[in-house]
């Protein structure tokens, strides 16, 4: 299982980024999808999840109204879109699956099986 997560980049504050989180073949269409991020010296926090038909998503009080997550499973991707980044918004992003859900979206990254190799965003002020 592979999960490959890109389009990091350095940004200005108010801008805007999208990323992208290619699931391998051997994924399955019907899991629950995260984005989570890590702050130098953080701990890995939640930012976005979404059900494995895109009906339902969930977000982290600190980038709701500013995020978005979706997915195309025709594609076998998902995507995070970032507007009105912050400074704050610095981290590293990773993508992860949750085998053992389709609606039940989870905000713990242990309940998540797999993960991608992380992608950096990097907000300058």
Same mark, same amino acid.
């Given at each position: 299982?592979? #999960? ?5 980049? #350095? ?5 805007? #980024? ?12 019907? &899991? ?19 059900? &494995? ?19 195309? =499973?025709?594609? =076998? ?5 970032? =507007? ?8 590293? $992003? $990773?993508?992860?699956?949750?085998? =053992? ?10 309940? $998540?099986? $797999? &993960? ?10």
């Amino acid at each position: 299982v592979q #999960l490959q997560a890109s389009g990091g980049g #350095l940004v200005q504050a108010g801008g805007s #980024l999208r990323l992208s989180c290619a699931r391998s073949k051997r994924t399955s269409d019907m &899991w629950v999808m995260g984005w989570f991020r890590q702050a130098p010296g953080m701990d890995r926090e939640f930012v976005a999840a979404i059900s &494995w038909n895109g009906a339902s998503t969930e977000y982290a009080g600190s980038v709701k109204g500013r995020f978005t997550i979706s997915r195309d =499973n025709t594609k =076998n991707t998902v995507y995070l879109q970032m =507007n009105s980044l912050k400074p704050e918004d610095t981290a590293v $992003y $990773y993508c992860a699956a949750d085998r =053992n859900a389709r609606t039940r979206l989870g905000i713990f990254s242990h309940e $998540y099986d $797999y &993960w991608g190799q992380g992608t950096q965003v990097t907000v300058s002020s």
